[in-house]
């Protein structure tokens, strides 16, 4: 595009710069889809079929996507680390097994530092994956597999600078790793244990029982207990209600500050009142097993505060509040 004219606008220029930016680079990952085929395919069966590691590599801006393309492998199910391609012909080739699989990222194909290494990974006995812009370029040539991330152009004015081609690079890399992940059977539990320190991680690893508290820590009244007593039981347990359970410690019904509210608004005799008339019988409830999140999910769709956790006889195991999911990260 032309250099801004003396006058215009330079916001005015920035913005349409961006349109042509983003069209670009969105046809050109578009452009992807209808290449991919049979080649792809391959690079899939070529690392599953092997026991080693994905080693990716890469100069330049092609080393920042592969460095990428690495940590979304590794995190996905495919274990993968990044090593740049000058130091690899420094000693950082010793990483390299038999059993592994390289993929080399490079636009031009071309790169001497790349094609340096080429012929020690295969004297390794690693296989290689090529993903460049050129499949008649040095590097597609000598590659086990090659995998087509040519662009028609550069979004970059000059179409010089690494923009589509990069973008497009990094989108080809997210297939990859997506269609690893599916034939792996990757799911959504293993993601969670590669991602613990995330909110994720917290939300797929976390169960009621690591959150609740425990029975012995939930206030109980039985049946028959006045409302001054379930109070002073709410009080002491410091969760805005209080369970009301039979002898064999199964809930009969929940009684919360809410309740207490409602119960005040009708005029109710508090020192005459009895619990059981005054409690939510049938109180919701969820399994000590469940994930933390499928509680904050009931608590939330049923908007209370408080939910009870029952085990698998039906006796109180402990119960949680909003507050505790909180406090865990959960929500």
Known sequence: MDPIAPGTAPTHRAAELARHV??????????????VGDDFERAVELILGRSGRVIVTGIGKSGHIARKLAATLASTGTPAYFVHAAEAAHGDLGMITPEDVVIALSNSGASEELLMIVPLVKRQGARLIALTGRPDSPLAREAD????????????????????STTAALALGDALAVALLDARGFGPDDFARSHPGGSLGRRLLTHV????????????????????????AMTRGGMGMTVVADPDGRPLGIFTDGDLRRALEKGIDVRAARIADLMTPQPRHISPDALAAEAAEVMERQRISQLLVLDAAGKLAGALTTHDL????VI
């Open 22 to 35: 983003l069209r670009v680079e969105a046809a050109a990952v578009a452009a992807l889809a209808e290449r």
């Open 209 to 232: 029982s690591d959150v609740m508290r425990p029975a012995p820590e939930v206030p109980v009244v039985g049946r028959e207990a006045a409302l001054a007593e379930a109070l002073l």
């Open 326 to 329: 909180m406090l865990a990260k």
């Open 145 to 164: 597999v090659h995998l087509d991330g040519a662009v028609s152009e550069e979004a970059c004015p000059l179409n010089l600078a690494p923009t589509a």
